[in-house]
T-cell receptor, first 115, second 110 residues
């Protein structure tokens, strides 16, 4: 089976531009998570969905960040406008039925650089 | 206080050494605990769950002390391939999401 698929793998953009990151979870998984990883702050949970419904977005840093999950096989994380401090690796992850097994399946990440 | 705290290291050890990583968590209501491994520039992957009674998986032993809110990982007979960052992970109170520590970096040399 295909794993979690993220795109783009790398993006370099200029401050003020809109950035859209995409994620396709593993088929059949009902939870989807967006994390951000930086050297300073480690891996931070931004938002997660259950059955396409946002459950907890308390980790979204600012109104510049938004996430959607229009269907079970697709989610986006949007940053508008982007700032240099948004530079990070953004991971999407999915699993089935929450944390019963503790196993989150991560995508390979989207490495964002904002100049 | 951060929800999950780890010594960032790095731990530099020779092959064959035994190394231990420690972690503390702040939410006493947490019920599920895990160790993840992350290789350089890769995604995190589940290494093992941590059970109250302690558990082993080959060379790896995980232990939990609920009273002290403390989790440990012991690696025996270290291999070069064990070089990675080890992330201490705690489920949120609802048991629906994972909170990650910043990780401890291990470098095993020959």
């Amino acid at each position: 089976d295909a794993g979690v698929i993220q795109s783009p793998r790398h993006e370099v953009t200029e401050m003020g531009q809109e950035v859209t990151l995409r994620c396709k979870p593993i088929s059949g998984h009902d939870y989807l998570f967006w994390y951000r990883q930086t050297m300073m702050r480690g891996l931070e949970l931004l938002i997660y969905f259950n059955n396409n419904v946002p459950i907890d977005d308390s980790g979204m840093p600012e109104d510049r960040f938004s996430a959607k999950m229009p269907n079970a096989s697709f989610s986006t994380l949007k940053i508008q406008p982007s700032e240099p401090r948004d530079s990070a690796v953004y991971f999407c992850a999915s699993n089935r039925q929450g944390m019963n097994t503790g196993e989150l399946f991560f995508g390979e990440g989207s490495r964002l650089t904002v100049l | 206080r951060k929800e999950v705290e780890q010594d960032p290291g790095p731990f530099n050890v020779p092959e064959g050494a035994t190394v231990a990583f420690n972690c503390t968590y702040s939410n006493s209501a947490s019920q599920s605990f895990f160790w993840y491994r992350q290789d350089c520039r890769k995604e995190p992957k589940l290494l093992m769950s941590v059970y109250s009674s302690g558990n082993e998986d080959g060379r790896f032993t995980a232990q939990l002390n609920r009273a002290s809110q403390y989790i440990s990982l012991l690696i025996r007979d270290s291999k070069l391939s064990d070089s990675a960052t080890y992330l201490c992970v705690v489920a949120n109170q609802a048991g629906t999401a994972l909170i990650f520590g910043k990780g401890t970096t291990l470098s095993v040399s020959s």
